[in-house]
């Protein structure tokens, strides 16, 4: 498995989630470190990336509640969701791009359900 997403669950409106994703050792180079997420019969969409040097960008509908973090030494990129509302829920995954960009992977996706 080259990227391992965990973090996901239940939670009450208004509650917070951390997501974790680390990339195997195997992807170098990476670029940029992303969360997408994906509710049923929806497209996937992103919500958060942060790029080799720091800098972030999210949608519109987190700002201010999302915050997206990366470990380099580690591989590892975080979400920390609050003030989650019904409709944050869905599957999230992570995405890496290495080598120039020219390479993409996903996460398997963890399930986050945010109970009104």
């Known amino acids: 498995v080259q990227l391992q997403a965990s973090g996901g669950g239940l939670v009450q409106s208004g509650g917070s989630l951390r997501l974790s994703c680390t990339a195997s050792?195997?992807?170098?180079?990476?670029?940029?470190m992303a969360w997408y997420r994906q509710a049923p019969g929806m497209d996937r969409d992103l919500v958060a990336d942060?790029?080799?040097?720091?800098?972030?960008d999210y949608a519109d509908s987190v700002k201010g509640r999302f915050t997206i973090s990366r470990d380099k030494a580690n591989n590892a990129v975080y979400l920390q969701m609050n003030s989650l509302k019904p409709e944050d829920t869905a599957v999230y995954y992570c995405?890496?791009?290495?080598?120039?960009?020219?390479?993409?992977?996903w996460g398997q996706g963890t399930q986050v359900t945010v109970s009104s």
């Open positions: 942060v790029t080799d040097d720091g800098r972030t």
């Open positions: 995405r890496v791009q290495s080598g120039g960009y020219q390479y993409a992977y």
């Open positions: 050792t195997s992807i170098v180079r990476i670029n940029t």
